[in-house]
Nanobody
Framework: QVQLVESGGGSVQSGGSLRLSCAASGYNHHNYCMGWFRQEPGKEREGVAG???????SYADSVKGRFTVSQDSAKNTLYLQMDSLKPEDTAMYFCGAASGYKCNVFMRPTLDAWGQGTLVTVSS
């Protein structure tokens, strides 16, 4: 059973930085991909940043140039470095994972697993 555990959320002022981590367990192969999503109350969950199974990162336009997604060499942990944070970045951030050939979490209708979420609050 695949499990994802996020950490690193918190409260910062506008312009500050936070680093999120997502540790994956339960995969017995390396053909999987992971990504970050966020959701504000009353709104749909949206993709933020992810890395596909070829190691190529992708970003939502709203975070390009401010957020950096990376993973450790074993692909067990996904990170999201968030700089120049804005109040509109305030949301619950979730990590998601999927598996298979040419895997990209933003191109899959369903994912293998979701983390429990970590709250990011940015004050002005």
């Amino acid at each position: 059973q695949v499990q994802l555990v996020e950490s690193g959320g918190g409260s910062v002022q506008s312009g500050g930085s936070l680093r999120l981590s997502c540790a994956a367990s339960g995969y017995n192969h390396h053909n999987y991909c992971m990504g970050w999503f966020r959701q504000e109350p009353g709104k749909e969950r949206e993709g933020v940043a992810g890395i596909d199974s070829d190691g190529v990162p992708s970003y939502a336009d709203s975070v390009k140039g401010r957020f950096t997604v990376s993973q450790d060499s074993a692909k067990n942990t996904l990170y999201l470095q968030m700089d120049s944070l804005k109040p509109e970045d305030t949301a619950m951030y979730f990590c998601g994972a999927a598996s298979g050939y040419k895997c990209n979490v933003f191109m899959r209708p369903t994912l293998d697993a979701w983390g429990q979420g970590t709250l990011v609050t940015v004050s002005s």
